[in-house]
């Protein structure tokens, strides 16, 4: 909380009421001579024409998903197809004003954006950078498919060139927008700032407000919208988008040059979400456009807009990108609109009537802003069924390029492989000098850490008091310190990230040195504070993003596993994301505060997960992972926030270091027992270690994972084929925890060395209790020793407190406890 | 009220039996008597018969357990009666047998866990090791399958193979195609203990045999006389064998050195003779011993062996009567075996292999004599003993059985 904004109870405890200023709805006025001026006539019959290739695009893929034949071109499309038949003006209308550096992010239903806004870049550029941009594309890949064809300018090849790479995408191919690995509900084109489309319902809202964040924050040009549908405004992400779009900071804290970020809720309104009719059956907002003016004063600006006539559309994308331009955002439209085709090709539309279907087509946008240009002279009917034509000629050509499998190979599944991870190291992600208020040399917390001890023991092996020395938290905050001072696209946020320091201190003395706009509080808003961070990411800059606690992942479920993840990939390598979402894994907060929660991450494909246990690589990996370009979950547990560097006796290093990915560590050596910790239980694994070593003479080699996920092996198999023992221990809990996968792999690369199954320790399968009860939860070192007695090495006269029997794990499991 | 079925005791020397075979099974019903289960010492096999009568409600150590005597084996009781306690409490773990090669930092008899397991006490009848502990044994050639493990659930693990001694390298088992259908028999019972003490015997000892030969018309005159109506009665019952074995017992009293055992370090010599002698069995080789051998007229070990010898074949033999030998003498000429090498029956210093009675041509002047001779084969430790005794000791056997009538006048004065 800010100390210079007062709370004032006179004022907050006042009464009074909330006024609200009348939402427009469909108010454009048709008005030729006005739009002439505004358009030219070669612009009003392009858009026509644009709504008539999409409406064709559109048409072919459902007979190929219904007919498996299009104009005598057969193929058969095993995969999706959302098609958006009947939503072509809305489509092409929001694209009119659009320049090149606007972005649109889109929804599982975007073929329709993706070409009107690529047509409309088209329209925009000139030859030079149209060439260039589709000689360098893939190196060339997606052109040399189509270059050979005759296309009387360049634009009409970049209009083959767009339609092509959009098909070639939707159906797989190598040649593809994305290498086939984005698909139908996925592709883009970012020189024509189409942006990722998504498959999640919402999926868009908190990604265009990262990517807006971006432009805001880095000073960029252009506006993005959010295409995202009616049924999505049942999704508590967009809400939250919403919100953290409207934050008062943006006008109150930040510097005056900022505004708020320059995002555009656009709602394409086509009434349905799937099967269920949004007013009238699944919601309650009637209008759409109401919902904003419950989010800000402003009320977003927000505006119903008749969807079925393009120019409506484009004036009133038109004046909302004056007043995003003017920091005034975020803007919101509910853009009426009606899908003519099923949600799919499976859908028989039993929920609607074929009253309501017929009602629509009657007034069909494509047909009506035909006769409208026809009516006013722009177009004959002559024209207008020539161009019909030559579109049903460009699209057929289209497809047999597309399904021409010479042509237009399948990528080879190796491809996959190779993109999950972009593995760079890049110090910066722009080279401009970063924003901050202090020197490096001037933090106030910089300068108390130089007093600090940073190895915990005196020279005589007795602990530093607490006070004295340099701990775990202040290894977090040096890499962040670093990091903001290096690269200056660097923001971080989250819950209480700024005057409070953060939950645990390990932000304290940011504030003084960082910005507002690189380092503020978040509404409470996990999936949006994940959400925006992967727009941020994928736009160019690097972003850390906190979840106070890692229990808090459940509530960016969406936007860690299914976002985060996947971009990197889905775009086949175009877009990096260099997001870092540090994640605190509590205890003595019982059972909604206290999960270590590596396992559900780990089995994500497409993220790094890390959990250092020491200060030295509390700062080494988080180092490594703001120096790198992939999504890294930074595991911290909050047992360790306070310790000192026990390990490396030379302290922590004081200059810029990297830990190297995906290594562990040996922590202590020995050479009868491996000993394998993820995170603290490292150090219930010391006194384990100590233990078995004075009373039963276990020499036991004590190894730190540090890493979960990329994860390097020859550690510890070397010390497995010495020892043939092992054990892993982690606080989470037992099924299912990440170290049954290490485990699993370790048994088959160790299997003949090893002398008993690997034993995996975990927490009880059971909720986390209370602080007081937690010895009883989370493995303790004695736990270490009774397992090892059970399943490894009978003890002489140990009597084990735990029950590792084979029984005992056969009726935990019976019971799913 | 559910009654426990106890391991009999089978003897003094008996702490444990192994169980063979149950032949009742959880649920039948049982009549007191009736025989529950066969179970085996290292010498000799018993059934255990019940002592309640009602439902066999559990059976507490599987076949192939090694079960403490007067421990529970069984529960009879009636049909539902709570039996869980004796599971639990069955379930611990076994004891294990090699303590001394075991590493400081592990225990040769696991504790009594204090958490009450469960474990499946059918798991004793695997043979379980680790893959290391097999990769170990495969490096050092040592047959993992006759080690015992001191790991969980008896596994042999890695220091079980390091404490072993290893072992020669058995002949590759040949193609099967050569040879037909295959059938393998597990070495179980008498069969295992056999081949587990002779294995030991061999490699644990310097073992030399001396072949020789005696003139047997003595004690086959003997034997006549002996089988002539008028004594049928009272010695007809005497074989040529008991005849050997009274000999030995006298040549013995000469040799004390030889009634011995030999502990590594040091011979002990004993003052009694307790004579173990081989009786061949349907179960296999078993070795009755003639406790004070010395102290009995020829008819009375005569009578003993007899009793001894038909309780063998029986399987119903004490198992005190299989132990504490200090001598032992096999017989194998009754099947034509002319000489052979009998093998050390450990710890005892030697071992006398009775042969075949041929005749044998004897220089008498200038004419040859066709005499019968009995083989003698002695088997003695050289570590205990040397060769120069050890021929001094057949040569006054040789007096002995050649002069058998004197030997037993002897015992008169």
């Known amino acids: 909380m800010p100390k210079k904004q007062i709370i004032d109870p006179k004022k907050t405890r006042q009464s009074s009421e909330i006024t609200f200023q009348p939402i427009p709805a469909n108010q454009y006025q048709s008005n030729f001579k006005k739009e002439l001026k505004t358009h030219g006539k070669e612009r009003l ?304 539309s039993s929920y609607r009537s074929k009253e309501e279907m017929e009602l629509w087509e009657e007034v069909d946008c494509v047909k009506s802003y035909g006769a409208y240009l026809i009516e006013n002279g722009a177009l004959t009917t002559e024209q207008l069924e020539a161009l019909q034509k030559n579109t049903t000629a460009k699209i057929r050509r289209t497809l047999e390029l597309a399904t021409d499998t010479e042509r237009s190979p399948y990528s080879d599944i190796n491809l996959i492989e190779s993109v999950m991870f972009s593995n760079q190291s890049v110090e910066k992600m722009d080279d401009r000098e970063p924003e901050v208020l202090l020197a490096r040399e001037e933090n106030p917390r910089n300068n108390q850490l130089a007093r600090k001890e940073r190895y915990a023991f005196d020279s005589s092996g007795k602990p530093f008091s607490a006070n004295k020395i340099y701990t775990y938290r202040d290894g977090i905050f040096e890499a962040m310190l670093h990091r903001f001072h290096t690269d200056p696209t660097f923001i971080a946020y989250g819950e209480e990230n700024r005057d409070w320091g953060g939950a645990f201190a390990c932000y304290r003395g940011l504030t003084e040195s960082i910005p507002y706009h690189r380092l503020f509080n978040s509404p409470i808003s996990e999936a949006a504070i994940v959400g925006t961070a992967c727009g941020y990411a994928m736009s160019g800059g690097r972003v850390c993003a906190e979840l106070m606690y890692c229990d808090f992942m459940g509530r960016a479920g969406d936007e860690i596993f299914n976002q985060m993840a996947k971009w990197q990939s889905m775009s086949a390598g175009i877009l990096n994301m260099p997001l870092v979402l540090r994640v605190s894994v509590g205890n003595k907060y019982g059972a909604q505060h206290s999960q270590d929660w590596t396992a559900l991450v780990a089995h994500i494909p497409g993220l790094k997960v890390f959990y250092p246990a020491t200060p030295t690589d509390a700062k080494g990996m988080l180092n490594l992972a703001l120096n790198g370009t992939d999504p890294v979950v930074f595991f911290e547990s909050q047992k360790t926030y306070g310790i000192g560097e026990q390990f490396e006796t030379a302290g922590v290093p004081e200059g810029y270091y990297e830990t190297e990915e995906g290594q562990p560590i040996v922590r202590r050596e020995g050479t009868d027992l491996t000993l394998v910790t993820l995170g603290p239980v490292l150090y219930s694994g010391i006194p384990a270690a100590d233990e078995l070593k004075q009373t039963y003479g276990l020499d036991v080699e004590v190894i730190d994972l540090r890493f979960v996920n990329p994860l390097n092996y020859d550690v510890l198999i070397e010390s497995i084929r010495k020892t043939g023992r092992v054990v892993l221990a982690s606080d989470a809990v037992e099924r299912g925890s990440a170290l049954h996968t290490i485990a699993s792999n370790l048994t088959t690369l160790c299997f003949d060395h090893l002398d008993a199954p690997p034993v995996v320790i975990g927490a009880k399968n059971w909720i986390s209790p209370a602080a007081e009860m937690e010895k009883e939860y989370y493995p303790q070192a004695d736990w270490i020793i009774d397992a090892i007695h059970e399943r490894i090495l009978p003890l002489n006269g140990y009597t084990p407190k735990q029950n590792y029997t084979r029984e005992e794990l056969t009726r935990i499991a019976n019971l799913g406890v | 009220m559910a009654s426990e079925i106890l391991m009999p005791r089978q003897g003094q020397s008996v702490e444990s039996c192994i169980i063979i075979e149950w032949k009742k099974q959880e649920g039948d019903p049982i009549t007191e008597g009736d025989i529950l289960c066969e179970v085996e010492t290292d010498k000799a096999t018993f059934e255990v018969e019940s002592t309640a009568t009602g439902e066999l409600l559990a059976i507490l150590h599987e076949a192939d357990a090694d079960v403490e005597v007067l421990k529970p084996i069984a529960i009879v009781g009636e049909n539902g009666e709570d039996v869980s306690a004796w599971k639990n409490a069955s379930a611990q773990p076994e004891p294990d047998a090699d303590a001394t090669s075991a590493p400081d930092f592990t225990q040769s008899q696991p504790p009594k866990p204090s958490i009450p397991a469960t474990t499946n006490s059918s798991n004793a009848s695997e043979f379980i090791s680790s893959p290391r502990a097999r990769t170990t044994a495969a490096q050092r050639s040592i047959d993992i399958t006759q080690l015992t493990g001191s790991g969980p659930h008896g596994r042999v693990i890695e220091q079980d193979v390091l404490a072993a001694k290893p072992t020669p390298q058995k002949t590759a088992p040949l193609p099967p195609g050569d040879l037909g259908e295959q059938t393998e028999i597990p070495a179980k019972g008498i069969r295992k203990v056999v081949a587990e003490r002779m294995l030991n015997s061999l490699q644990t000892t310097a073992q030399l045999t001396l072949n020789s030969s005696v003139d047997a018309r003595s004690i086959l005159r003997f034997r006549q006389l002996c089988k002539q109506p008028e004594r049928q009665e009272k010695f007809g019952k005497v074989s040529i064998n008991d005849t050997v074995l009274y000999a030995t017992v006298k040549a013995l009293n000469a040799f004390p050195e030889l009634n011995a055992h030999w502990a590594g370090d040091r011979s002990i010599q004993y003052e009694n003779i307790h004579l173990g002698f081989a009786v061949d069995t349907p179960r296999g080789l078993m070795v009755p011993v003639i406790k004070k051998a010395n102290t009995l007229s020829l008819l009375e070990l005569s009578a003993e062996a007899k009793r001894l010898a038909s309780n063998c074949i029986e399987g119903a033999i004490d198992p005190d009567d299989l132990t504490g030998g200090t001598f032992t003498v096999t017989n194998l000429g009754a099947m034509g075996i002319e000489s052979f090498t009998p093998v050390l029956n450990a710890p005892e210093v030697a071992i006398l292999g009775v042969c075949a009675i041929q005749p044998k041509p004897i220089m008498n002047g200038s004419e040859t004599e066709f005499i019968p001779h009995m083989g003698l084969s002695l088997t003695f430790d050289h570590c205990a003993a040397d060769g120069a005794p050890a021929a001094r000791f057949i040569a006054h056997l040789r007096e002995k059985i050649s002069n058998i009538e004197l030997t037993l006048l002897e015992t008169l004065y």
């Open chain 1, 45 to 348: 019959i392009r858009i026509y024409e644009d709504m008539l290739i999409i409406r064709e695009f559109e048409t072919m893929l459902n007979l190929i998903k219904t007919q498996g034949a299009y104009e005598g071109v057969e193929y058969n499309h095993p995969g999706p197809a959302h098609l958006s038949i009947g939503q072509e003006a809305a489509a092409v209308g929001q694209a009119v004003h659009l320049s090149p550096e606007d972005f649109i992010f889109g929804s599982h239903r975007s073929h329709g954006e993706i070409l009107a806004k690529c047509f409309s870049a088209i329209h925009q550029l000139d030859d030079q950078s149209l060439t260039t941009i589709m000689e360098t594309f893939f190196d060339g890949a997606t052109f040399n498919a189509i270059k050979d064809e005759a296309h009387a300018t360049t634009r009409e090849q970049a209009e083959a060139f767009v339609l092509y790479g959009t098909l070639a995408e939707i159906f797989a191919r190598d040649t593809g927008f994305n290498r086939g690995l984005g698909g139908s509900m996925h592709a883009f084109f970012i020189p024509f700032g189409s942006m990722p489309n998504n498959a999640l319902v919402g999926g868009s809202a908190d990604i265009a407000l990262g990517s807006a964040l971006f432009k805001l924050i880095n000073r960029k040009p252009g506006m993005v919208i959010a295409n995202i549908g009616d049924a999505s405004l049942g999704c508590g992400p967009v809400w939250e988008s919403f919100s953290f779009a409207s934050m008062d900071q943006f006008n109150d804290l930040w510097d005056d040059s900022f505004g708020r970020p320059p995002v555009l809720f656009n709602i394409m309104n086509n009434h349905y979400g799937m099967g269920g009719q949004t007013a009238g059956e699944t919601m309650g907002f009637d209008m759409a456009a109401r919902v904003g003016a419950g989010i800000n004063p402003d009320q977003m600006h927000a505006e119903r807009v008749d969807g079925y006539n393009p120019l409506a559309v484009a004036d009133a994308t038109q004046r909302k990108k004056e007043i995003l331009a003017s920091g005034k955002g975020p803007a919101f439209l509910d853009i009426v609109t009606y899908r003519m085709s099923g949600h799919s090709p499976s859908d028989a």
